[in-house]
C-alpha cells in the first residue's frame, strides 16, 4: 500500500477500505468496478488518453491482475465535455483516424452560433472566396461515446455501462470546466472503492 497519493491517469487495486480518485474538469472519467472478484479501477480519459485506450488498457489490466470477467464489470461514466462543446483541430482528428476504423463516426460538424456575428454579419466578411474562410463548420468529437466504445470492445457489457448526461461545458452553474472557464476554475473527483 503506498504511503503517498499516487499520480497517473489510471489506477486499479483489490484492496477494500481504500478510495481511487480522479480529478477532472472536462476530461472523461470512467471508474470500473469487479464486486465478484474486488478489484476496482479508475481512469482519467483526456483525448490522448482516449486515443492511446486507457480504459480497455485499464479493463485488461483488471482482468490480467484479478481475473476479472467482463460480463462481472460495472462502469461509470462521469461528467465531462461533450460533443457539443468540444471542438477539436487537425490533430485530434488525425490521431483518432490512426488509431480507431469508427474515428469518423465520433466526429461531427457544429456551427457554434455566436449572436454577435449574427446581429452584425458585415463585421466578419472575409476577403477569401467563398468556402475558404475559417467561418463555419468545426469537427467536434465524443469523447463520451469514444470511451463507451472502448468500454464495449473490452466485452464489457452495454446494459453494465452508466454515462452521465450533462456536459461540463455546457453546466458551469454546476460543474467545473476548464475549456469554458479559461482554465479558471476548479476540479471536480469522481471516487470508487469497496468496502469489507
Same mark, same amino acid.
Given at each position: 500500500?503506498?504511503?503517498?497519493?499516487?499520480? @497517473?491517469? $489510471?489506477?486499479?487495486?483489490?484492496?477494500? =477500505?481504500?478510495?481511487?480518485?480522479?480529478?477532472?474538469?472536462?476530461?472523461?472519467?470512467?471508474?470500473?468496478?469487479?464486486?465478484?472478484?474486488? $478489484?476496482? $479501477?479508475?481512469?482519467?480519459?483526456? *483525448?490522448? /488518453?482516449?486515443?492511446?485506450?486507457?480504459?480497455?488498457? @485499464?479493463? @485488461?489490466?483488471?482482468?490480467?491482475?484479478? $481475473? #476479472?470477467?467482463?460480463?462481472?464489470?460495472?462502469?461509470?461514466?462521469?461528467?465531462?465535455?461533450?460533443? #457539443?462543446?468540444?471542438?477539436?483541430?487537425?490533430?485530434?482528428?488525425?490521431?483518432?483516424?490512426?488509431?480507431?476504423?469508427?474515428?469518423?463516426?465520433?466526429?461531427?460538424?457544429?456551427?457554434?452560433?455566436?449572436?454577435?456575428?449574427?446581429?452584425?454579419?458585415?463585421?466578419?466578411?472575409?476577403?477569401?472566396?467563398?468556402?475558404?474562410?475559417?467561418?463555419?463548420?468545426?469537427?467536434?468529437?465524443?469523447?463520451?461515446?469514444?470511451?463507451?466504445?472502448?468500454?464495449?470492445?473490452?466485452?464489457?457489457?452495454?446494459? =453494465?455501462? *452508466?454515462?452521465?448526461?450533462?456536459?461540463?461545458? #455546457?453546466?458551469?452553474?454546476?460543474?467545473?470546466?476548464?475549456?469554458?472557464?479559461? /482554465?479558471?476554475? /476548479?476540479?471536480?473527483?469522481?471516487?470508487? /472503492?469497496?468496502?469489507?
Amino acid at each position: 500500500m503506498p504511503k503517498h497519493p499516487l499520480k @497517473g491517469d $489510471g489506477v486499479i487495486t483489490s484492496h477494500k =477500505n481504500v478510495l481511487l480518485g480522479i480529478q477532472v474538469a472536462d476530461c472523461v472519467p470512467v471508474l470500473v468496478v469487479d464486486a465478484k472478484r474486488g $478489484g476496482i $479501477g479508475a481512469f482519467h480519459a483526456g *483525448w490522448r /488518453g482516449t486515443a492511446k485506450r486507457i480504459v480497455e488498457r @485499464g479493463v @485488461g489490466s483488471m482482468r490480467a491482475v484479478f $481475473g #476479472c470477467k467482463p460480463s462481472n464489470l460495472f462502469a461509470a461514466i462521469g461528467p465531462c465535455i461533450h460533443a #457539443c462543446c468540444y471542438a477539436i483541430g487537425d490533430e485530434v482528428i488525425d490521431e483518432f483516424r490512426s488509431q480507431f476504423s469508427y474515428a469518423d463516426e465520433l466526429f461531427s460538424e457544429v456551427y457554434d452560433r455566436d449572436p454577435i456575428k449574427e446581429k452584425y454579419p458585415l463585421l466578419f466578411l472575409t476577403a477569401r472566396a467563398p468556402g475558404h474562410s475559417n467561418i463555419g463548420p468545426q469537427k467536434h468529437l465524443d469523447l463520451v461515446e469514444a470511451n463507451r466504445r472502448q468500454l464495449l470492445d473490452a466485452d464489457v457489457p452495454e446494459a =453494465n455501462i *452508466w454515462a452521465a448526461t450533462e456536459c461540463t461545458s #455546457c453546466r458551469t452553474d454546476l460543474l467545473f470546466s476548464h475549456r469554458k472557464e479559461a /482554465g479558471y476554475t /476548479g476540479r471536480m473527483m469522481d471516487v470508487i /472503492g469497496l468496502v469489507e
